[in-house]
Nanobody
Framework: QVHVVESGGGLVQPGGSLRLSCAASGSIFSIYGMGWYRQVPGKQRELVATVTSGGTSNYADSVKGRFTISTISRDNVKNTVYLQMNNLKPEDTAVYYC?????????????WGQGTQVTVSS
């Protein structure tokens, strides 16, 4: 079992910055990637950025050049990843979720955090 906790959301003006943090604990030895997703009411959860244990990152087109996902930092008890968000826009407003990804047979298992609200508004 993997336990995921996000932090760092809040209210920011357009053009501002926020940094989200995510810590995964528990059965972390099997984690091969972590990622950030976001969801607004009435819409499906969408990918924002992901990073593999080897450091390969992937971004949604809408955030390229503005958001940066860190590499996965590991110690004996947790894996940590950050999402630096710059030049925020109102359309970035959403609940942001962190995912810790592990193999489950031929599919990927996503362990999710509880989410953190990001609101971009003047």
């Amino acid at each position: 079992q993997v336990h995921v906790v996000e932090s760092g959301g809040g209210l920011v003006q357009p053009g501002g910055s926020l940094r989200l943090s995510c810590a995964a604990s528990g059965s972390i030895f099997s984690i091969y990637g972590m990622g950030w997703y976001r969801q607004v009411p009435g819409k499906q959860r969408e990918l924002v950025a992901t990073v593999t244990s080897g450091g390969t990152s992937n971004y949604a087109d809408s955030v390229k050049g503005r958001f940066t996902i860190s590499t996965i930092s590991r110690d004996n008890v947790k894996n940590t990843v950050y999402l630096q968000m710059n030049n925020l826009k109102p359309e970035d407003t959403a609940v942001y979720y962190c995912s810790a990804d592990s193999p489950a047979g031929v599919v990927t298992r996503h362990d999710w955090g509880q989410g953190t609200q990001v609101t971009v508004s003047s």
